[in-house]
């Protein structure tokens, strides 16, 4: 049996002479029999490395339990490959050291390095490894083994815009329903949606039976938080055909913030939650007890997620909207950031979808800000320029009346906004190009396709008008235009900021823009910016005059059957857009968005 290996290595021996130390550096090549314990060494060690156990057992002084020891190590580290190499030599008469460098290559990418010593003798005359468990770790007793162990890493949470958890890691039960097995599924079903209706009304007898019985096996009910599932599990335990398992996930701290925002957040980060794992090795004595850490990589947290959503904005707005029979809906957004703070509709708007992002409305009087912009922005009229406001208007086929024909006469274009004279914009608007209105709007952020991450959105959409009737009816939000709170949310913003901000709901997400977005011109900004203040302070929205200095537009939509109530605008650094679906007057969005500013903490 050939004990020598036949790849070269270089070594060091130190060699006691005379009383003197030597140093000779040498290497080795393939050889018979060669003198030392160098190659001994190097023989056990490349046949450890290559899993043969048999083969480097053979080359110690105890063959049986070397092997079951060197066997021990790839399998309770679960290694999966070995790099060894010696480095050191000391020889001292018939006995040696021979330092070894080990890499272990173990499960999912972990790897780890450490060195220590054979301790070598001669056996009939030829170099022999003396075993000892320290040829596998110098740390490691000769009744030991080692153990690799795993250590999860916590989920990343999700936090808002102030600070607090949204989403954290959880446990949710799983509720599944095999119709198969119940024997009697109308009975199950009933039993079903008693039990969980408190956490879903959504679920009815007929719905889960008829769910249940479409599918083969089980059918997912739906999923509990632990503190629910605490509530009902003797009941779903008593059901015949129900199961329940556990599962990890983020669970949300409250139920009622935003859920189908925060649902939307979950899907897209969920795969990205977890951190990764920690890892250690220890000693495991004849008892099975743990006696040292040789080796340990703590667990990496992935970093949180942020969300923009801003809990005392987020709450006080849906409280408002809640407080309404009507579809209610308000959309807040920071001017200097775009971070979106606030998205809120009642249930009433909820049946449709989320309205308040997606949900195309005529804008009536709110689309004055609009107009007015692309008034100043073509040198047609500044905020002081003197406009009719007669009680009605003839334009081409159309006539166009204010409400209840009321009528100011000659009158500053601001005055003629800040009472939002229909007639007088829709002048304005009739004397433009087709697309002038177009362009505005897009200038306020209206109109571009915004793909914001987790938020579906739709800004709205302004045609360009070649007929004169549309143009004039455009010019006061009531002809081919329709726009989204989250559109007006936009364009009040650009009106704060000065240029319209990007939109965005989880930091660190790209949004992405698609199409025209010309920006806006500092006359537009400033024009508007004093016209709106008028709008509250002695025009149609000083119910809210006493919320600080609030700038606003306010609207009234005909549509078949009522009016829409608008009012859009900005405090500070809070841009708003509020809706009343059939609300009538445009007073009741303005007292909405009123209890939202006036449920705020201080400093909001």
């Known amino acids: 049996m050939n004990l020598w290996p036949t790849t070269r290595f270089r070594v060091v021996r130190s060699i006691a002479l005379g009383g003197a130390a030597a140093l000779i550096l040498g290497s080795t090549a393939c050889t018979p029999k060669p003198d030392g314990p160098a190659p001994a060494a190097e023989a056990f060690l ?32 679960q290694a999966e490959s070995l790099e060894a190499k010696t480095t050191d ?85 799983r509720v599944k329903f095999d119709a198969g097995e119940s024997g009697n599924v109308i009975s199950t079903a009933q039993g079903l949606a008693a039990a969980l209706s408190p956490f879903d009304n959504t679920l009815t007898a007929q719905s889960i039976a008829e769910s249940a019985t479409a599918v083969e096996g089980d059918y997912l009910v739906t999923r509990l938080r632990s503190e ?13 055909g129900v199961s329940v398992s556990d599962e990890a996930d983020l669970v949300a701290t409250d139920r009622t913030f935003a859920p189908d925002l925060v649902g939307q957040v979950k899907k897209t980060v969920i795969d990205e939650v977890d951190g990764k794992a920690g890892w250690s090795v220890v000693t495991v004595n004849q008892n099975g007890v743990d006696t040292d850490v040789l080796t340990e990589t703590p667990p990496q ?76 922005s073509s040198g047609i009229a500044s905020p002081d320029t003197m406009v009719p406001c007669p009680g009605r208007i003839e334009i081409g086929e159309r006539s166009v009346p204010n409400y209840n024909e009321f009528a100011l006469g000659t009158v500053p274009m601001a005055t003629a906004f800040a009472r939002s004279c229909n007639t007088s914009f829709a002048k304005l608007a009739s004397e433009m190009k087709p697309d002038a209105l177009t362009v505005a709007a897009s200038q306020y952020g209206i109109g571009p396709d915004y793909q914001v991450v987790g938020l579906p959105t739709d800004s709205g959409s302004v045609p360009p008008a070649e007929e004169l009737v549309q143009r004039t009816e455009d010019g006061f939000g009531q002809g081919k235009v329709v726009v989204s709170p989250f559109g007006m949310a936009l364009a009040a913003a650009t009106i704060a900021h000065g240029s319209t901000p990007v939109p965005r709901l989880i930091a660190g997400r790209e949004t992405v823009i698609e199409g025209d977005h010309p920006p806006i011109s500092p006359d537009m900004v400033e024009g508007l910016r004093s016209m709106m203040r008028l709008v509250v302070t002695s025009g149609t929205a000083e119910r809210i005059e ?53 449920a705020l903490p201080e400093g909001y």
Do not use: C
């Open 228 to 240: 629910d599932y605490e509530r009902v599990a003797g009941v779903l335990g008593a059901l015949p």
């Open 301 to 376: 947290t992935s970093p949180s997620f942020s969300i923009s959503l801003d809990r005392p904005i987020q709450v006080a707005a849906q409280n408002a909207v809640d407080a309404r029979t009507d579809q209610a809906m308000m959309v807040v957004i920071q001017p200097s950031t775009g971070d979106v703070l606030a998205v809120a509709q009642n249930k009433a708007a909820d049946r449709d979808g989320p309205v308040a992002l997606t949900g195309l409305y005529p804008p009536g009087s709110t689309f004055k800000i609009i107009t007015a912009g692309a008034a100043i």
């Open 89 to 173: 030599v000391d020889i001292n008469g018939d006995t040696a050291t021979v330092g070894y460098a080990y890499e272990w290559h173990l499960p999912k990418n972990r790897v780890w390095t450490y060195s220590g010593e054979l301790h070598m003798g001669r056996r009939n005359g030829e170099w022999a490894v003396r075993w000892s468990s320290t040829n596998i770790h110098p740390r490691l007793g000769d009744r030991q083994t080692m153990s690799l162990r795993s250590t999860a890493a916590p989920r990343a949470r999700v936090n808002e815009h102030s600070g607090s958890d949204v989403l954290v890691p959880g446990v949710v039960y």
């Open 46 to 77: 490349t046949a450890f490395a290559d899993r043969d156990s048999e083969q480097a057992a053979q080359l110690s002084d105890r063959p049986d339990d070397a092997q079951r020891v060197l066997e021990s190590a790839w399998e309770s580290l």
């Open 546 to 598: 006493d919320q600080g200095e609030v700038y606003g537009k306010t609207g009234e939509a005909e549509v078949e059957g009522g009016s829409h109530a608008w009012f859009v605008g900005y405090r500070g650094d809070l841009a708003f857009a509020t809706l009343v679906v059939r609300g009538g007057s445009s007073d009741n969005a303005v007292a909405v968005t009123r209890d939202m500013f006036a």
